[in-house]
């Protein structure tokens, strides 16, 4: 029982944004993840969390944000390559069985071609209904010191930032 209340206090944090538990840093990791394609990054989250928690619950928090970037970069990837609510399931419960044993997430039986993926990356409609474009978004704009933490109650509208019709209205918007 008190692994339970302890994770529920965990994501009771994350979900209150607790600056006195979690720094700009791992919030702006956890908001990024909160438009992941899917919930996966939760349950991962979840164990990674339950082992590596030391005895007041708290995470070293280096390998933390190394643990949330790495699941960030291949959930986008994956996302990207294998799209469907199910296609993360398999090397994420690979990942989980990773850290149980005390070994590092690294998705390495996982990995892309280069050559396939910038095909796909290149074919890819980022749009407005996609949670991988807000996420990369999101990221982006995290990437400027002065950008703060957003609540997470924040939602984002891309049409109202880039217009649906304007690129076949100004025709002069492309970058090769």
Not at 78 to 96: D, K, Q
Not at 133 to 153: C, G, N, P, R, Y
Request: with cysteine; charged share 25%; aromatic share 14%.
């Amino acid at each position: 029982m008190n692994n339970l209340v302890s994770l529920a206090r965990f994501w009771q944090d994350i979900n209150n944004q607790d600056t006195e538990r979690f720094s700009d840093r791992i919030l702006k990791r956890l908001f990024v993840l909160s438009y992941a394609p899917n919930g996966m990054w939760t349950y991962i989250t979840s164990v990674y969390f339950m082992h590596c928690r030391n005895e007041n619950d708290e995470m070293e928090e280096r390998a933390f944000c190394r643990f949330l970037d790495c699941i960030t970069a291949f959930i986008w990837a994956y996302a990207i390559t294998n799209p469907g609510v199910n296609s993360l399931r398999t090397p994420v419960y690979a990942e989980m069985v990773k850290i149980i044993k005390g070994e590092e997430v690294t998705f390495n039986d996982f990995k892309f071609s280069e050559e396939r993926y910038r095909a796909q990356v290149a074919n890819y409609a980022f749009s407005n209904s996609r949670a991988i474009t807000k996420s990369m978004i999101t990221w982006w704009a995290f990437q400027h010191d002065k950008q703060s933490v957003l609540s997470l109650e924040t939602r984002f509208d891309i049409e109202h930032i880039y217009a649906r019709n304007r690129q076949d209205k100004e025709r002069g918007l492309s970058n090769p």
